[in-house]
């Protein structure tokens, strides 16, 4: 515009205003404000530089708009490239609304505006509301204003634009309302799509390939994939479910570890941090540098990628170009509000197809549950059935069918329907779980029930179990424990239960009575600490998981008793450690006992073995001895000098035949010859005998009615006198010897090991010196003494006759005090006195006839022959039994027959007495047969009536005795 001097007439500054009015109209951007401002009103400025500025960078700095280059101008370089809103010489102007005027001399002039080498700057702010939209510059050279009333104009000018900017701004709004409206329909129509696609789409495959398509309406998805974060054994991996590429196809369900020490891929940066993020061709490498991202694949020209999280459920949506296409940020956010929606599909089915295949396992459950499974709806006045598995058809004998939708007066008895109806009704009414037991049609059943809380409606579920059996097993169990019980308590073993620390917790009465101890003091001891080394690694050894046995002397620590135990510890759990133990322990004290009494029997019969063979032909010598000395007695003259060593030989041939006799009773031809005999009266008779002379004096306590015994009674005298020596021989200074007797009754469980009945018990007790507890045990052992001249027979011969009178024999000792010895046998029940017949001998026996001997020794038929012959008889003699019957025989037939026959019981190799009596008496049954033997107390010899012998007389004897027995037959 020409003007004629340096200032604005009105008329062209009006004329100024109404083309750039004008102009207005026909703007619709920034782009064309600019172009008229520069076309119609900077050019109409010539001798001014103005500019107009607009905000970019958050409002941090103004600048020129559209230029090719920072700083480039209408005007050059006579207007600041920009202007910093953080500029410390402008922060008053953009502090306070309005202009800002200064000059070059100005000490508060910006460098940025010293820089045009204008000499004057206007600033004028465009502001809309309290937001600067635009700043208008003007600056000239003069100090002096090249238009009159310029910033005036210029003010105008700059309220012109901020009008025209606001104009702009509405038409914008609606402008964009209008497409928003359009848009926003479009995505709503889209995404209502993709929520249908995931309902009615079966495959995944179709599912995401719809997803592409819906996309592809409304953004450049030509490149598009979606990929999910998947978790594996602990570890995350990123799946390409969908991936349609123009470039990388081939990463179609595809899998990658996700590794947290090396580069993220796209879509893990995406996962990871959670942004949205749109990359064009300037900025992708610097995104990829600065986040530490590798991409995958071939480099995308531009990229929008979106994450969703969704519960359980994590992934991306990423559509990229290869050329051409840069997506905006108004396509970012339809990624990213479409991203969020495709999301919630997938968990959406995802959800769906987890409540399908949970129907599908409670329709299996309901199909095949062994339990009983039920759904009820329970109201005011029903209880109704929803649900039930079809195993209700075994309870009820009707198919599932016939009970759902009925209610319980429907399905079962009044009475069960009335009491469950009721229990349904409390249940839902409390709200809790109940546990129940019920007895139906002969079943027991357990039954959970609890509420299922429905807006409309209350649901109680129920699961019933039969458990009848398991009751009958538990009863069982229980009878089984009872039993159990009474055989712990009631057992005659001891039983101990330990814990797997080898602590008593348990055991029965025989283990408190074995212990001599209290249920108090034995529970809770550690016996694996407490008790004897031997028991403790028994009991260590079977804590440790093994069997262990115990077989020892073993005593209490609790009760103090001593007794011989054999146990056994048996681990709960063989093989397993540490573990309870159960035990069993048996009193062996009597048993070992009893095992030494036998072991003494055994050796008592060994010897006695010995014994019969000994004595047998001891006595047939003895008989040789005897014999020719009582004969040479009767031949010398009454006074002969040979008389006295005569009869000191007989009485030392006496004393070997006693000791003979002692061998016998080890014998087994040395069984006793039982008849009914008198303990009183020889119980006096061996006191009388036995202390005769000493200096030990007899305290006796028999009672009148002392029962009778069956007994040998020459036996049961030795024993009385055995005993009543030793007891003297222990009081050599004197003393008193005290003998009991008494009538008692034993019972079956007796200390003695006897049979229960009848027996006599006899105590002698001594003030002697006592026998030490190292001997005690040996006492009865044959050939044991402690005597200078002992035999050790009598205590071992008197321990014999005892037993076998089926009697015991027990010995208590102390050193210094004395000893006890008490005898139990069996008695009668009765008292017996038998008189004792004396046979009256004929003094004008007639001595003659012939006399038979047999006998394999040579010395005594020789010996018997002189005897005989000397005593008036006839001899004739044999060796066998064989020959005594043929001699018998030959005399019978001749008519003279034998007036006795003396035969020897035992011939070895042949028959003996016993046997040819028996045929002697078949032929000649009044025949007078003697029996002879060196078994003195053989039954045969001591019965000798029952076997058809007419007398007896035993080895050795003396003339005299066989001259009595000779004459005790009766005359022929």
Known sequence: MSTTGPFFSLQEYLQLITRFTCGCRDISSLEDLDTLLREQVFNSLDLVSTEIYFPVNDLTVFRPPFRATEGASFHGNSVPAHIPRQDPWLTDFFNTAGSLQVNADDASTSPILSATGNFCHLLIQIRL??????????????????????????????????????????????????????????????????????????????????????????????????????????????????????????????????????????????????????????????????????????????????????????????????????????????????????????????????????????????????????????????????????????????????????????????????????????????????????????????????????????????????????KQTEEALRDSERRYRVIFERSPLALISFDSEGTIVDFNDKFVEMMGSSRERLLGINTARQSSPKMREAIKKALAGETATFEDLYTSITGGRTAFLRAKFSPVLPGRSPTEVIATLEDLTELKKHEAEQHKLEKLESLGILAGGIAHDFNNILTGIMANISFAQVLIEQGHKAGKPLAEAEKASTRAAELARQLLTFARGGEPNKKVVSVRHLLREAVSLMLRGSNVKAVLNIPDLLQSLIADEGQISQVLNNLILNATQAMPEGGTLTISADNVLLPAENRFDLPAGPYISIEMKDEGCGIPDENLGKIFDPYFSTKVDGTGLGLASTHSIIIRHGGSITVHSEVGKGTTITIHLPSIGISHVEHPQIASLNSTTTHAGTILVMDDEEMIRAIATAMLRHLGYEVVTCTSGEEAVEFYRNSVESGLSFRAVIMDLTIPGGFGGKEAAEQILAMAPEANLIVSSGYSNDPIVANYKKFGFRGAIAKPYNIHEFEQVLNSLPQN
């Open 129 to 470: 509301g309290a937001e600067i939209r635009a700043i208008l510059y003007a600056g000239w050279r003069s100090p002096q204003s090249p238009y009159d009333a310029l910033p005036l104009v210029l003010e105008t000018i700059a309220a012109l634009i901020g009008s025209q900017i606001q104009r702009m701004d509405e038409m914008s709004t609606a402008r964009n309302s209008v497409a928003s409206l359009e848009a926003s329909e479009q995505i709503r129509q889209a995404l209502y799509e993709i929520s249908e696609q995931t309902h009615i789409v079966s495959s995944e495959e179709d599912l995401f390939a719809s997803m592409h398509q819906i996309v592809n309406r409304f953004l450049n998805a030509r490149n598009f994939f979606i990929a999910l974060r998947k978790e594996r054994n602990g570890e995350q991996y990123i799946h390409f479910v969908y991936y349609f590429d123009e470039c990388d196809p081939h990463f179609q369900g595809m899998e990658f570890k996700i590794d947290p020490a090396a580069k993220s891929s796209m879509s893990g940066f995406l996962l990871k941090s959670g942004q949205t993020v749109l990359l064009g061709p300037n900025d992708f490498d610097q995104f990829c540098h600065d986040n530490d991202i590798n991409p995958l694949g071939t480099k995308a020209y531009s990229l929008m990628g979106s994450p969703f999280y969704i519960d359980h459920l994590s992934g991306v949506v990423v559509v990229q170009s290869y050329r051409e296409v840069i997506y905006t940020e108004k396509d970012k956010e339809i990624l990213r509000y479409v991203a969020r929606h495709i999301g919630d599909a997938l968990a959406r089915r995802k959800a769906i197809a987890e409540i399908h295949n949970i129907n599908e396992l409670f329709s299996s459950l309901m199909r095949y549950s062994p339990v009983y499974v039920y759904i009820k709806e329970v109201t005011k006045t029903d209880s109704l059935v929803v649900q039930a598995s079809e195993n209700y058809r075994q309870m009820l004998g009707k198919p599932v069918s016939e009970i759902v939708g009925k209610n319980m007066f429907e399905i079962f008895p009044a009475d069960y329907a009335e009491k469950v109806t009721l229990e349904d009704r409390a249940i839902v009414k409390g709200g809790v779980p109940v546990e129940l037991e019920d007895h139906l049609l002969g079943r027991i059943y357990a039954t959970i029930k609890f509420p299922i809380r429905q807006s409309e409606r209350n649901l109680l579920a129920g699961f019933t179990i039969d458990i009848t059996e398991r």
